[in-house]
């Protein structure tokens, strides 16, 4: 059984910084890529970042890059998610999800599982 459990979720102001991870259950990094994605009151979930099964290729929504990194601990099995320069409009609940596609995946459905999500709430 495969369990993803996201964590490190809060309340930051806008400026701030703020680290979210992804503890992983069920199946090795190793073999798997996984993606963040959020999703903010009355939108649609997002693609925010995503790592590749040997870590060595990174991809980013234009609206985190530079911003967002996105890095692993195969030995944790644990992904995590390095959000700087936090502005409102980054509030949401965040997701880590992993895919057994190869190349970059953007798109929810490529994602086969997922976890329950942890709140990113920025203020002003």
């Known amino acids: 059984q495969v369990t993803l459990v996201e964590s490190g979720g809060g309340l930051v102001q806008a400026g701030g910084s703020l680290r979210i991870s992804c503890k992983v259950s069920?199946?090795?990094?190793?073999?798997?890529?996984m993606g963040w994605f959020r999703r903010a009151p009355g939108k649609e979930r997002e693609f925010v970042a995503r790592i590749s099964r040997t870590g060595g290729t990174t991809n980013y929504a234009d609206s985190v890059n530079g911003r967002f990194t996105v890095s692993k601990d195969d030995a944790e099995n644990t992904v995590y998610l390095q959000m700087n320069s936090l502005k409102p409009e980054d509030t949401a609940v965040y997701y880590c999800?992993?895919?057994?596609?190869?190349?970059?995946?953007?798109?929810?459905?490529?994602?086969?599982?997922w976890g329950q999500g942890t709140q990113v709430t920025v203020s002003s």
């Open positions: 999800a992993s895919t057994l596609y190869i190349t970059p995946q953007t798109t929810p459905d490529k994602y086969d599982a």
């Open positions: 069920g199946r090795t990094l190793r073999s798997y890529a």
